[in-house]
T-cell receptor, first 110, second 119 residues
Framework: KNEVEQSPQNLTAQEGEFITINCSYSVGISALHWLQQHPGGGIVSLFMLSSGKKKHGRLIATINIQEKHSSLHITASHPRDSAVYICAVRPSNTGNQFYFGTGTSLTVIP | GAGVSQSPSNKVTEKGKDVELRCDPISGHTALYWYRQSLGQGLEFLIYFQGNSAPDKSGLPSDRFSAERTGGSVSTLTIQRTQQEDSAVYLC?????????????????FGPGTRLTVL
């Protein structure tokens, strides 16, 4: 069983649509990261969350610690948002280990 | 450059050979992580360095894998007697000094990765 589950696995959207990617985890955590991996492999860290909500441009990330759930929202999606979005959690009792979701592949069509 | 750099970008080797992968973190970043991403798989944590502390090796898959970090900066990941299942993209990331308690929760900056192919 994977400690981190993401949904959906694949997502296709029209340009301009509002997008939500979900992440559920099964362990207590000290932090949750959302990462973006573009075709070609480069990975960018989008957010690090331990509570509440963060916003950066058209991206919004929320976390509910009690429900062990986080969402990544993209408003006014654009084709350049096409990438794999990965949720990663740092469990609170295992030092520096990270557990990763398998990613959500997003394609935004013009 | 200002980002994390890794070398080589691609490495093809024969089964049984040893390989060394290099990571240059962002200057001033004391935390350094190695991950690998196998084809079709998610990211997998390998090892974590923080300053002069003993590294967290809990993610290393076997004793064929080892890593060093010299002078708190450059890191080398060594895989001995490579196997075909070692084929993956090996990613390095760095972040700023940790919060109290030794845990780094800062944003991680990833390098471009080294694609290792073991024939």
């Amino acid at each position: 069983k994977n400690e981190v589950e993401q949904s959906p696995q694949n997502l296709t959207a029209q340009e301009g649509e509002f997008i939500t990617i979900n992440c559920s985890y099964s362990v207590g955590i000290s932090a949750l990261h959302w990462l973006q991996q573009h075709p070609g492999g480069g990975i960018v860290s989008l957010f690090m969350l331990s509570s509440g909500k963060k916003k950066h441009g058209r991206l919004i990330a929320t976390i509910n610690i009690q429900e062990k759930h986080s969402s990544l929202h993209i408003t006014a999606s654009h084709p350049r948002d096409s990438a794999v979005y990965i949720c990663a959690v740092r469990p609170s009792n295992t030092g520096n280990q990270f557990y990763f979701g398998t990613g959500t592949s997003l394609t935004v069509i013009p | 450059g200002a980002g994390v750099s890794q070398s080589p970008s691609n490495k093809v080797t024969e089964k049984g050979k040893d390989v060394e992968l290099r990571c240059d973190p962002i200057s001033g970043h004391t935390a350094l992580y190695w991950y690998r991403q196998s084809l079709g798989q998610g990211l997998e944590f390998l090892i974590y360095f923080q300053g002069n502390s003993a590294p967290d090796k809990s993610g290393l898959p076997s004793d064929r894998f080892s890593a060093e970090r010299t002078g708190g900066s450059v890191s080398t990941l060594t895989i001995q007697r490579t196997q075909q299942e070692d084929s993956a993209v090996y990613l390095c990331a760095s972040s700023l000094a940790p919060l109290a308690g030794g845990l780094s929760t800062d944003t991680q900056y990833f390098g471009p990765g080294t694609r290792l192919t073991v024939l």
